[in-house]
């Protein structure tokens, strides 16, 4: 997930594009996984739970390889959709997976499986930045010498030793070897395990609950969700790109903005490490209730970088 805000920037320049250029790709990736998303939820009561995930990761997989090596800014849409495609049906397919696990004891489970995707995205910083192209900043003087203008521009594209393929394939192809061995994984245990499946809806909670409550808490948690995860996934693809643009932006060299970015993914880290112990001690809806304070503060921060 947060491999493209770190290598947006060297793909642009790859492509002699600038990053306004290919901008769109949020539209790409955000349809992509909504589209992987919705057409999960429509097979996964239809389509084997271990073939289905193996599918979407082989669909992501393709994807992740494939987007270091465009040719132009309509296939780097494509592959990046593709990849994200996959990821929405996968994880979707996970987070149902646990449900039918663990049933009702699946609330820190689920907190679990995405501490590990938010430290993932964490590490991605360190693991990438070697392959991204550098950042020089210079000033532009005017003719009496004096200083008009601060500029940053990009190392020129760079190669694998003795190959053609760019430098900055190396984290995507990090990540598509995992992502093998994933698809390896799901297809032993596709053929050599079963999974039982065990019934975690407890019925008289309809009854208790009502069906509007249900209604209800879906809205108002799709509402928070699009607000507050969409709002995070895009803050974070610019951070990096604030942090080493000149205007507006910190100027801030490579690693350093690399760095800058895995400080805000390890703040989500500690709060997901936190959640997976607050989901055995507090309700839903308690959990919830925190989600607007942390939306207002997260939109008062955005303001401040943009």
């Known amino acids: 997930m947060s491999i493209l805000g770190l290598a947006l920037p060297t793909l642009a320049s790859n492509l002699n594009k600038t990053i306004d250029d290919v901008s769109l790709v949020l539209v790409a990736r955000g349809g992509g996984y909504v589209s992987g998303s919705f057409i999960a939820g429509i097979l996964e009561s239809k389509v084997n739970f271990h073939l289905l995930a193996t599918i979407f990761v082989l669909v992501m997989s393709i994807g992740v390889v494939l987007t270091p090596l465009i040719l132009n800014v309509a296939s780097f849409y494509i592959f990046i959709g593709l990849s994200a495609f996959g990821m929405g049906g996968y994880e979707t397919v996970a987070n149902v997976l646990c449900l039918y696990l663990w049933g009702k004891k699946s609330e820190p489970v689920l907190q679990f499986l995405h501490f590990w995707f938010c430290f993932g995205s964490a590490l991605t910083p360190f693991l990438s930045k070697p392959f991204l192209n550098k950042v020089f900043h210079y000033t532009n003087h005017s003719v009496n010498g004096s200083a008009t203008t601060s500029m940053a521009s990009f190392?020129?594209?760079?190669?694998?030793?003795?190959?053609?393929?760019?430098?900055?394939?190396?984290?995507?192809?990090?990540?598509?070897?995992?992502?093998?061995?994933?698809?390896?994984?799901?297809?032993?245990?596709?053929?050599?395990?079963?999974?039982?499946?065990?019934?975690?809806?407890?019925?008289?909670?309809?009854?208790?609950?009502?069906?509007?409550?249900?209604?209800?808490?879906?809205?108002?948690?799709?509402?928070?969700?699009?607000?507050?995860?969409?709002?995070?996934?895009?803050?974070?693809?610019?951070?990096?790109?604030?942090?080493?643009?000149?205007?507006?932006?910190?100027?801030?060299?490579?690693?350093?903005?690399?760095?800058?970015?895995?400080?805000?993914?390890?703040?989500?880290?500690?709060?997901?490490?936190?959640?997976?112990?607050?989901?055995?001690?507090?309700?839903?809806?308690?959990?919830?209730?925190?989600?607007?304070?942390?939306?207002?503060?997260?939109?008062?921060?955005?303001?401040?970088?943009?």
């Open 155 to 306: 190392q020129n594209i760079t190669y694998i030793e003795n190959t053609t393929v760019p430098l900055v394939s190396v984290p995507y192809f990090v990540i598509a070897g995992f992502l093998t061995l994933v698809i390896s994984s799901l297809l032993i245990l596709k053929f050599f395990a079963s999974l039982d499946s065990t019934e975690s809806q407890d019925e008289n909670t309809i009854e208790q609950e009502g069906t509007r409550y249900r209604y209800v808490m879906l809205i108002l948690m799709f509402l928070l969700f699009f607000l507050l995860v969409g709002s995070e996934v895009v803050m974070f693809t610019f951070l990096y790109k604030f942090g080493i643009s000149e205007t507006p932006g910190l100027a801030y060299s490579r690693d350093v903005s690399a760095d800058l970015s895995a400080v805000f993914l390890f703040s989500v880290v500690i709060g997901q490490f936190f959640a997976i112990f607050w989901s055995r001690k507090f309700s839903l809806g308690s959990s919830l209730s925190v989600l607007p304070a942390t939306l207002l503060n997260q939109t008062q921060l955005s303001r401040q970088l943009y």
